[in-house]
C-alpha cells in the first residue's frame, strides 16, 4: 500500500459526459500528479500540482481539468467524453517538486460507452 | 526529446533463470532514472531511484544499475511471483515522469 488514495476503482460512463476522479496524496506530500495509462500509449503524464499550485502540463486535452484543494487532495475532471478517453487513470504524489519518488495509487478504471 | 525505451517487450523464463531488463534514454540532465513494479490492473509500484552513472541498488532478487545511457534491471533466480511488467521512467521537465513501454515478465514454474 503506497498510501495514496484514489477513487472510485471503477467508473462506466456515455459518451459526451462528465465525469471527476479523486485523489488523496499520501501525508506529508504536497506534490500529486496526474497520469493516464492506455494499452497503446503506455503512462502519461498529464498535469502536475504542487501545494495547490499547477506546476507542469503535459499532453492533457483541453477537455480535462484539475484542481488541488486546500486539503492538498486532487480531483481530475474528464468532460465530453469520448470512446478514446477509456483507460486507467493514475494519480501518484510526492514530498516536493525536487528529485523525490514518486508514489502512485490503486487507478480509477475508466470506461466510455 | 527525452525518451525512454525498454528491452524486450516480453521476457519469458524458468524459476531460477537469471536475466536482465534493459532501459535505454535520452533526458538533458538526468535527475532520477526510477524503476516500478506493476502488477495487472494495478499501479506501479516503486523499487529502485538511480541518480548517477555507476550507481547500483539491489532488493531481495533485484539489483537495478545506471550507465550514462541506460540502465539495467538484474533479476536473479526469479520465481514466479516476480511476474509483473517492469516499468522503467526518467525525470524529465517539472518533474514529470517519461516512462518506457515496460517489459512484461513471465515466470513459469
Known amino acids: 500500500d503506497s498510501g495514496v488514495t484514489q477513487t472510485p476503482k471503477h467508473l462506466i460512463t456515455a459518451t459526451g459526459q462528465r465525469v471527476t476522479l479523486r485523489c488523496s496524496p499520501r501525508?506529508?506530500?504536497?506534490?500529486v500528479y496526474w497520469y493516464q495509462q492506455s494499452l497503446d500509449q503506455g503512462l502519461q503524464f498529464l498535469i502536475q500540482y504542487y501545494n495547490g499550485e499547477e506546476r507542469a502540463k503535459g499532453n492533457i486535452l483541453e477537455r480535462f481539468s484539475a484542481q488541488q484543494f486546500p486539503d492538498l487532495h486532487s480531483e481530475l475532471n474528464l468532460s465530453s467524453l469520448e470512446l478514446g478517453d477509456s483507460a486507467l487513470y493514475f494519480c501518484?504524489?510526492?514530498?516536493?517538486?525536487?528529485?523525490?519518488?514518486?508514489?502512485f495509487g490503486p487507478g480509477t478504471r475508466l470506461l466510455v460507452l | 526529446e527525452d525518451q525512454v525505451t525498454q528491452s524486450p517487450e516480453a521476457l519469458r523464463l524458468q524459476e531460477g533463470e537469471s536475466s536482465s531488463l534493459n532501459c535505454s534514454y535520452t533526458?538533458?540532465?538526468?535527475?532520477?532514472l526510477f524503476w516500478y513494479r506493476q502488477d495487472p490492473g494495478k499501479g506501479p509500484e516503486f523499487l529502485f531511484t538511480l541518480y548517477s552513472a555507476g550507481e547500483e541498488k539491489e532488493k531481495e532478487r533485484l539489483k537495478a544499475t545506471l550507465t550514462k545511457k541506460e540502465s539495467f534491471l538484474h533479476i536473479t533466480a526469479p520465481k514466479p511471483e516476480d511476474s509483473a511488467t517492469y516499468l522503467c521512467a526518467v525525470r524529465g521537465q517539472g518533474g514529470k515522469l517519461i516512462f518506457g513501454q515496460g517489459t512484461e515478465l513471465s515466470v513459469k514454474p
Open positions: 533526458v538533458s540532465g538526468l535527475r532520477g
Open positions: 501518484a504524489s510526492s514530498v516536493g517538486t525536487g528529485e523525490e519518488t514518486q508514489y
Open positions: 501525508s506529508g506530500d504536497l506534490s
